[in-house]
């Protein structure tokens, strides 16, 4: 499958009515892919049904628009892996609130430091977090946790600023069974797992960022929602790694 990759990098943005801030957002992302020197692609994943002109904004800014199949944030980063094309599989938040600034620092350590997964990071030194009081609380409960249910030392486990190697991705996409935010975690767990099976330890790296409020519009992001979404989901990932353990033995 890597053997039909191209070189270079698909930069994945999940839009659910971002057409306001991509916008503004397209032009700055292109130029600092550009600082990458690497060949791109921008994909903008939206909804199922367009909700606004996203599809118009994509096509004035030289961008593939692809629409989720189904529905739900899950599907949405599905989607965005089954259409990257490059070697290299980028991806952040579509409302501004990851500054596109940060795209060649975490381009540069993912290279530099020959990693798996390079992760944009609220939580280590330097990185910022501008989030709501209520938010930053249940983020940092829920990177704890994760930390003791993946066995991955980040300090930035929930967030989806990232860069992955895409052949990887594809490997694992049709295992992926998350519908919700969660899947970022199951990413991890799930690429982990497989390096495991070849004796390989996964290596994760990050380097600090400004987490923004977004530009423009609402969030849909409801806390206390996600953090019951979350809790769920620690038991399936709790276990998938206990079974991917005790195969391992065997």
Request: hydrophobic share 35%; with cysteine; net charge negative.
């Amino acid at each position: 499958m890597s053997d039909d990759l191209k070189k270079g990098i698909s930069m994945v943005l999940l839009s659910y009515e971002e057409e306001e801030n991509l916008r503004v957002y397209l032009p700055q992302i292109k130029e600092k892919l550009n600082e990458c020197g690497e060949p791109y692609e921008i994909i903008v994943v939206d909804s199922k049904e367009p909700l606004d002109n996203t599809r118009e904004v994509c096509e004035e800014n030289g961008v593939r628009y692809v629409n989720q199949e189904n529905t739900g944030f899950g599907d949405a980063y599905r989607t965005g892996i089954r259409s990257a094309e490059y070697q290299k599989f980028f991806i952040m938040d579509s409302d501004g609130s990851h500054n596109p600034k940060y795209i060649p620092d975490i381009y540069n350590i993912f290279m530099n430091e020959h990693a798996d997964v390079a992760i944009g990071s609220r939580y280590i030194e330097g990185g910022v977090t501008n989030d709501s009081a209520t938010s930053q609380i249940i983020s940092r409960v829920l990177n704890k946790m994760f930390v003791l249910v993946l066995g991955i030392h980040a300090k930035d486990l929930s967030t989806d600023f990232r860069l992955y190697h895409t052949s990887r991705l594809k490997e694992i996409e049709p295992y992926l069974t998350c519908i919700h935010y969660e899947i970022v975690q199951e990413i991890l767990l799930k690429l982990k797992i497989n390096k495991s099976s070849k004796g390989e330890k996964l290596k994760v790296v990050e380097t600090p960022i400004i987490f923004d409020k977004r530009l423009m519009g609402e969030s849909k992001r409801h806390p206390f929602a996600f953090a019951v979404s979350y809790t769920k989901n620690f038991f399936y990932l709790s276990g998938l790694r206990l079974n991917a353990a005790f195969s391992r033995m065997r």
